[in-house]
């Protein structure tokens, strides 16, 4: 099935074993989304858990923070990852430390569910990689996908933790189709996956850029380890500490700009547990440092021909 | 009964024509946007006489804010059509090089602000504009649009308090089709309340009293009243905001991204009396101004040079990619210039 | 004329005797900051009546999120002491180990929402809350509480449209001191308006109507009154959401930070009329349940009683640094471990 | 003078020669702001240009924003840092984007000062380093200075520019003194700040964290090279690769917290520009990774052990 049916599976199994489970935003339950993740779970489960919003992420988020405050458990989906600086507030100051602040008093388990990244075309507003906020943020667990197997696991993972989870769907693969079990399962959220092993250097990716890294590792016949962060803060650093001192060489690769990105805390968390192990600078491939043009998209995001000059002056450096 | 207004027939005929254009066009664009000329497109259909009716009412001072939903207004204005449709297929003459979506104008030197996709984001910049005009004692008023949705946003809430605070000369402008995608504004508005929830329980066009001062409501299809009563409140807003909002209807889907049957059935078909083309011209009927053959010239001009524009528009060549890291800064930082290497 | 209200003359009396509390613990606090015991405080006077009405209306099942000036509410509601000041003075027994500044209450088990520094940060959880309580079909209403200046907020907008919605079952209490520090609220109340600017032209308690539902408001002065219009408020928001506006004033500084001399006259003086300890006394005294006696009895009390706690509490252990690690996710990551080493 | 009347005076200085520039905030006019930077200015040129407005930073920046695109600089101030995510789509979705985004049919020259980091005890909320959040936002110019000289001449470049600045203002030097020209002077944003030359060692510092570094490193007689910032974004990037290729070894201190913070980007751009003139890990000394609680902020702050012992890591390290 594809990503967008492996996450409404996922609520769909959550929501049957747990009353408490409850979705909100904007066009989810009559349209049943946007991108239709919804789809179908208000006629199942009607209004009372399936809620159309008013247009106001603030209050989308808030909302679900009170709710989750009385034991519920808020899935709130915001269209588009563009759209949650409305409500930014709240995420950093309300959702991301109430259990700090109340010393566990309240908790906030609950999970914010948005499509990023480009694929649509939909030029600055559609199309951002936010993730470096949400990672900078203590107390938030920032998980993102990269299959429709993982998917469904990592999100009823996600919805199983008594923390607040930003679950960031990579919209360029919701459609992308693969094997999904219909029952319950989780992911463990803690944990990298290695997709490929191999040798000669490490390309730590996530989310959007999964399948192109793979592709272009496959394609050139690259002896690369290819690791799949998965959850991004906080991130596994063991899985990444031992390909690197076995490989020696790293390539990050995301869509979002590369400038203060989540691939620089990759690089600087490298540059000080394994400077002695590298045999090469430590290379990023990212997104440009602007806003994600409309007409001009594809330029933007990170391809092949990059990749492969990265990985040859990896290869190739002395 | 049909008031005087302040202008000429012939203005008001030259209206009703860019009116029907409006509608041509846009469903062309659709068109277009099916044939994958466009990667998105927002319908315009049922909104033509507010647009209308808005670019009328705008003088050569008065400062423009719209959203992403006002096509017509901005040529009703005078921005030539070249400008307009090259923004909106992003070719590599459209002025801000095709960054933006369509309909995402941004026209400093005809005093229009740039559209913003997030809903209201523009709210607050447009009362600091106000605010500006009445600094510099410039002439004019500020008007600026959104939808039914917009207002429940945090920006329409700030926004109309600082308009309020400051007594700013601006017209908030709500263009009011019923519905902010699926979720329809008013819980009186269709039968589908059972199955889900609205916008808002109070009335817009009252929320201005909120804020210390007064909203109207006017009959959103008809644009002749929309000029008049948008004409009278630029007027107005020299002594401080005002709020219209204009009833209207969506016809069609709210994107090229949405199917308006899952929540909805359309209570406002094409060529019904509410819809906008057919209100518009009973009243240029009724004032002397239109009859039953002009219209039927007038349509068949228009959807011969919409079909023209639009064939020409989508083929135009794209912005050239090298023309992307451009214009982040006044002055470029080193990174940037490093990714120039990137794009190839 | 006083009504009869539905709770005893011992509660009333009780009640009294706290605001009395709050009023001394308030110097008495105030004093410790200056000293150093408290490097911020925040001053609560002015504000008793308001905080000892809501307190006392406040019943079992009903949910409080207040703000940060709302000390007394929390004693009122039955709160230990011990837990209140754990809290205000940072000390080791806090339950929230001094993360917060004072007032910042989070009693869960009491429930009590956790309060937040950014002004209306909580209003929209207080929504949430008051839909889990419908969903659970729990008994009893929420209230939660701000300041006018709130009422700018973007988070005011948002909470007062879901709850008009969903037809919450919540009060929304705002407690009008008139000031949201130097800025005052309202462009009526006192003569600084040549130089400034304020908060709102619309009536606050007139803007519950933006939402389709209503407002009231009320004298915050008298302790007996808040009571009786809180209590009905809760009763009555089982059908959907109240807004309350208490005028009062804030007779201190906004916080330690505060020096009021610069833009205001303070016309509110400790002993007039219209401070709530002298107003609450006038209506304890007509219902025949206080008299001069007792009034100077219980000032003696209070102040002996306040000044043993706060003699007390500002001496307390500050927690162990140790702690300041712990709790911020349910599994701790790996950089805080590491990080544990840093703090020594 | 002390770094608020350092501000003060810029701010006079730009008000008295250009009348475009416009004062905005909460309690910035009659009270002269909470840390009285503003403190005469409404007097002396007036409610039109020094507003006090209502309580919702939100408006503050969309009216400026406004205002600016009208021609007028408008310098709005945010009370705290803390504060300012609820304005925060404002700042990444229009400030920062609008000049790209019209292809500069519109700019946006603007001042958003805001203080920021600890130092008057303020709990969570009074006490925010949120310098990566806007370090991260293409578009932004994030500045910060460290001394009452650099506040004046750095504020007043900022003004000058036709882009939006993030200028970020340690409160905790607020009070610390310095000579302070009464004239209109700049100073150069694209240029780091060498504080201090020497061999040993790089230590790259900005803001509120420069008096405790230059204090360390004097009180403990370190041959290091200080790199004060001034700039975050675009940050000096040839100062530092001179200074690293000559010391070969690392240390950055700033005041917020690690993961995700400033330093990544710092230590990712050195590890991949520079690495083969390293002869040690790249280490950072920064805040903890929560919340700044309000009893025990001492101990979440760097402080001279932590910064010796990393230098001494540094030094020894083979
Ligand atoms: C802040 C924000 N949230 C969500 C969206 C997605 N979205 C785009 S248009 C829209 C509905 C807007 O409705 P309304 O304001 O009534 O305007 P209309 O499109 O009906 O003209 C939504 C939810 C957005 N653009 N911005
Ligand atoms: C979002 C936000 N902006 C600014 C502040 C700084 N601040 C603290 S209290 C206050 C005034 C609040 O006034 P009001 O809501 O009337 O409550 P009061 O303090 O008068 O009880 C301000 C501006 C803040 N805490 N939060
Ligand atoms: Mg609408
Ligand atoms: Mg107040």
């Known amino acids: 099935m594809t990503m967008v049916k492996a996450l409404n599976s996922a609520l769909d199994n959550a929501m049957e074993r747990d009353d408490s489970v409850i979705l909100l935003g904007e066009d989810v339950g009559t349209d049943g989304g946007v991108f239709r993740v919804t789809d179908g779970l208000l006629n199942k489960y009607g209004k009372e858990r399936v809620m159309d919003t008013p247009l106001a992420e603030l209050g989308i988020i808030g909302f679900g923070i009170g709710m989750a405050m009385e034991g519920l458990k808020a899935i709130p989906e915001i269209q588009f990852q563009d759209f949650l600086y409305t409500g930014m507030d709240q995420i950093i100051n309300q959702m991301a430390k109430l259990r700090y602040r109340t010393n566990g008093d309240y908790t906030v388990p609950m999970v914010l569910r948005t499509p990023y990244a480009g694929g649509v075309h939909g030029g600055p507003y559609h199309s951002q990689s936010g993730e470096a906020y949400f990672t900078h943020t203590q107390g938030l667990t920032v998980v993102t996908p990269s299959t429709p197997y993982d998917a469904k696991g990592l999100l009823l993972s996600s919805i199983e933790l008594d923390d607040p989870v930003i679950f960031l769907e990579p919209k360029r693969s919701y459609f992308i189709k693969g094997e999904v079990p219909e029952d319950y399962y989780k992911i463990d959220l803690r944990k990298a996956n290695v997709l490929k092993e191999g040798d000669d250097l490490t390309v730590i990716t996530y989310g959007p850029s999964v399948p192109l890294v793979q592709n272009t590792v496959k394609k050139n016949n690259v002896n690369a380890e290819i690791i799949d962060l998965r959850t991004l803060n906080p991130f596994d650093i063991n899985t990444i500490l031992t390909s690197v001192k076995k490989t020696g060489r790293v390539l990050i690769v995301h869509e979002a700009p590369k400038m203060f990105g989540v691939g620089a805390e990759l690089a600087a968390t490298i540059a000080e547990k394994a400077i002695d192990y590298l045999s090469a600078p430590i290379l990023r491939v990212t997104g440009l440092d602007i806003p994600v043009p409309f007409a001009l998209e594809d330029y933007y995001v990170p391809n092949e021909r990059r990749i492969m000059e990265a990985v040859n002056k990896l290869l190739n450096y002395q | ?344």
């Not at chain 2, 066009?25 to 497109?41: E, I, V």
């Not at chain 2, 804010?65 to 009703?76: K, N, Q």
């Not at chain 2, 297929?89 to 941004?106: I, K, V, Y």
């Open chain 2, 1 to 344: 009964m049909i008031e005087k207004t302040d202008i000429s027939k012939e203005d008001l005929l030259n209206a009703y024509r860019n009116l029907v254009m409006e509608r041509f066009l846009d469903k062309k664009m659709l068109n277009a946007s099916k044939q994958g000329f466009l990667p998105f497109y927002i319908p315009l259909m049922g909104h033509e006489a507010i647009h209308i009716g808005i670019g009328l009412a705008i003088r050569n001072n008065d400062f423009f804010y719209p959203y992403y939903r006002d096509f017509g207004a901005v040529i009703e204005m005078g921005i030539p059509l070249d400008m307009a449709l090259s923004q909106v297929f992003a070719t590599e003459n459209d002025n801000a090089l095709g960054r933006s979506m369509p309909d995402h104008f941004s026209f400093k030197k005809y005093n229009i602000g740039a559209v913003i996709t997030p809903v209201a984001g523009h709210l607050t910049a447009a009362t600091g504009i106000a605010y500006a005009y009445r600094y510099r004692k410039k002439e004019g008023s500020i008007i600026t649009t959104f939808g039914d949705g917009a207002t429940s946003t945090p920006d329409f809430h700030v926004a109309m308090n600082f308009a309020g605070v400051y007594n700013l000369p601006m017209v908030f402008f709500c263009e009011n089709n019923q519905f902010a995608i699926s979720v329809p504004t008013y819980p009186t508005e269709n039968g589908a309340f059972d199955q889900t929830y609205m916008e808002t329980r109070g009335d817009i066009y009252k929320k201005a009293e909120a804020y210390g001062f007064k909203g109207i409501r006017i009959d959103g299809t008809d644009f002749v009243e929309v000029y008049r009563q948008t004409r009278k409140a630029l007027e107005n807003a020299k002594n401080g905001p005002v709020l219209i909002e204009a009833m209207s209807y969506r016809m069609g889907p709210h994107s090229t991204a949405d199917d308006p049957n899952k929540y909805r059935t359309n209570t406002v078909p094409e060529g019904s009396a509410k819809d906008p083309l057919i209100a518009s011209q009973k009243t240029m009927k009724d004032m002397d101004i239109l009859d039953d053959g002009m219209i039927k010239s007038i349509n068949d001009e228009m959807d011969k040079k919409t079909t023209e524009l639009v064939n020409k528009y989508e083929r135009e060549p794209k912005p050239d990619k090298h023309t992307m890291l451009d214009n982040l800064y006044e002055e470029e930082p080193w990174y940037i210039s490093e990714e120039r290497g990137d794009v190839q």
